[in-house]
């Protein structure tokens, strides 16, 4: 049974960097064509992908957020990280991260709520 | 980046009633890697429909995916209480990837 969790700050203040982490369970980073991304949704707006990560390191971001995001994987652990810089409150938003078949996000996690505010 | 529009906004339906959703893609979505996804208030988002037109494990088949290229169809066959929500499309075909901005199924 795939189940994934995210945690971190709750509030975080503008120009902070945000760290995000996804533990999961029922599967295996080190497992072939296996990923894990992250996706994130503003209150009462759509889906936004923001980035993955796979068994071999490869990755991709979001362009639009690009210079903003680092993701790493800690296999060992089953997590996967999320950092991003320079927190605005438009960053405000349900962040969740998502078992990858291929690209396909299959499995959720619950999600985590991030205000951006002082 | 390939640009997913759903349309209608909103449907306004009774239970037992037909619904059709529709999703337009700016650039022909590759192998048809075209999904669908429920959202109720408060929850994350619940897989529906997969490669255009393949029911996830678990989705009752009064779901279903029609479509190709550029033109996607969620299809409900009759709603049941439980179907009022929020629907997205999303494309896993190329990067980055992308959703929809949801349609609204909604009790009439």
């Known amino acids: 049974q795939i189940t994934l969790k995210e945690s971190g700050p709750t509030l975080v203040k503008p120009t902070q960097t945000l760290t995000l982490t996804c533990t999961f369970s029922?599967?295996?980073?080190?497992?072939?064509?296996?990923?894990v991304g992250w996706i994130r949704q503003p209150p009462g707006k759509a889906l936004e992908w923001l980035a993955l990560?796979?068994?071999?390191?490869?990755?991709h971001f979001n362009p639009s957020l690009s210079s903003r995001l680092t993701i790493t994987k800690d296999t060992p652990r089953n997590q996967v990280v999320l950092t991003m810089t320079n927190m605005d409150p438009m960053d405000t938003a349900t962040y969740y991260c998502?078992?990858?078949?291929?690209?396909?996000?299959?499995?959720w996690g619950q999600g985590t709520p991030v205000t951006v505010s002082s | 980046e390939i640009v997913l529009t759903q349309s209608p906004g909103t449907l306004s339906l009774s239970p037992g009633q037909r619904a059709t959703l529709s999703c337009r893609a700016s650039?022909?979505?590759?192998?048809?890697?075209l999904s669908w996804y429920q959202q109720k208030p408060g929850q994350a988002p619940r897989l529906l429909v997969y490669?255009?037109?393949n029911r996830a494990t678990g989705i009752p088949d009064r779901f279903s995916g029609s479509g190709s290229g550029t033109d996607f169809t969620l299809t409900i066959s009759r709603l049941e209480p439980e179907d009022f929500a929020v629907y997205y499309c999303?494309?896993?075909?190329?990067?980055?990837?992308?959703f929809g901005q949801g349609t609204k199924v909604e009790i009439k």
């Open positions: 998502t078992h990858l078949g291929g690209w396909l996000s299959d499995y």
């Open positions: 029922g599967f295996s980073l080190s497992s072939y064509a296996v990923g």
């Open positions: 990560i796979y068994w071999n390191d490869d990755n």
């Open positions: 650039q022909s979505v590759g192998n048809n890697y």
């Open positions: 490669n255009a037109y």
């Open positions: 999303h494309q896993h075909a190329r990067s980055p990837l992308t």
